[in-house]
């Protein structure tokens, strides 16, 4: 059983970076696909970046170009560099298996990042 916890949110200016990381309490070597995921307030939460074990990384159109997923299969972490952050990214982010597994969701990292 892998337990994954989310940390690095906070609170930025639009334009501001910030660093979510996912600590994994076991092994994430053997997940083949990891990624990001965020639910804004009011919305049902949507797919925001993913990376494979062989590195291959994906992102959603609107984080294209401003969101970096990388692993550190050592650290047993995963994380996701944010930069030039607009209003609508604000969102409690969490991290899990692609597709999600639904016994892995954790508590998420808010991001509040205002205009």
């Known amino acids: 059983q892998v337990q994954l916890v989310e940390s690095g949110g906070g609170s930025v200016q639009a334009g501001g970076s910030l660093t979510l990381s996912c600590a994994a309490s076991?092994?994430?070597?053997?997940?083949?696909?990891i990624g990001w995921y965020r639910q804004a307030p009011g919305k049902q939460r949507e797919f925001v970046a993913l990376i494979t074990r062989e590195g291959d990384i994906n992102y959603t159109g609107s984080v294209k170009g401003r969101f970096t997923i990388s692993r550190d299969n050592a650290k047993n972490t995963l994380y996701l560099r944010m930069n030039n952050l607009k209003a609508e990214d604000t969102a409690v982010y969490y991290c899990n298996t692609v597709p999600a597994t639904p016994d892995y969701w954790g508590q998420g990292t808010r991001v509040t990042v205002s205009s």
């Open positions: 076991g092994s994430i070597f053997r997940i083949n696909v």
